[in-house]
């Protein structure tokens, strides 16, 4: 049995399927919850003109604030399931390298996650994080549609 699940959000409604279904699991074997969202920091380009170039400081204060919204929704959710529960941001141009550092990080036995579920040409050139996650983690990942 999984005892500690790790749950990555980016807020979507994927995401939100993947919660709902870490924490029914949680629920039924009394297994704690670690969340997790990471936020990307601003893409920095040394040739932007600055007239119309975005402050970093503001743009990452509110991806950070975001990322924390995400992951309140899951500590939401699990209290309102009576489920431990603990939540993690980060700021990294790597979403999938934190996901599978935070499952090490805090011993988890598998990772919920969602699947973005694209096909063709934009899933060769865009990769996938899901697929990442899933070639790099050394725990069991549920991905969900």
Do not use: W
């Not at 969602?114 to 899933?134: D, M």
């Amino acid at each position: 049995m999984f005892k500690t699940i790790l749950v990555p959000t980016d807020g979507s409604d994927r995401s939100d399927k993947a919660i709902n279904n870490a924490i029914d699991y949680a629920r039924h074997c009394n297994a704690r919850i670690i969340g997790i969202s990471v936020a990307e920091p601003y893409p920095f380009s040394p040739l932007a003109e600055s007239s119309m170039a975005i402050d970093p400081g503001i743009y990452e204060d509110n991806v950070r604030s975001l990322a924390e919204q995400h992951v309140k929704k899951i500590a939401d959710a699990a209290r309102e399931a009576n489920v431990t529960c603990e939540t993690v941001t980060v700021l990294s141009f790597a979403p999938d390298e934190e996901i599978v550092n935070a499952a090490k990080k805090f011993n988890c036995d598998v990772i919920f996650m969602a699947s973005h579920g694209r096909s063709g040409l934009s899933r060769l050139f865009l990769g996938s994080k899901t697929q990442k996650v899933l070639a790099h983690s050394t725990i069991p990942v549920l991905v969900l549609r």
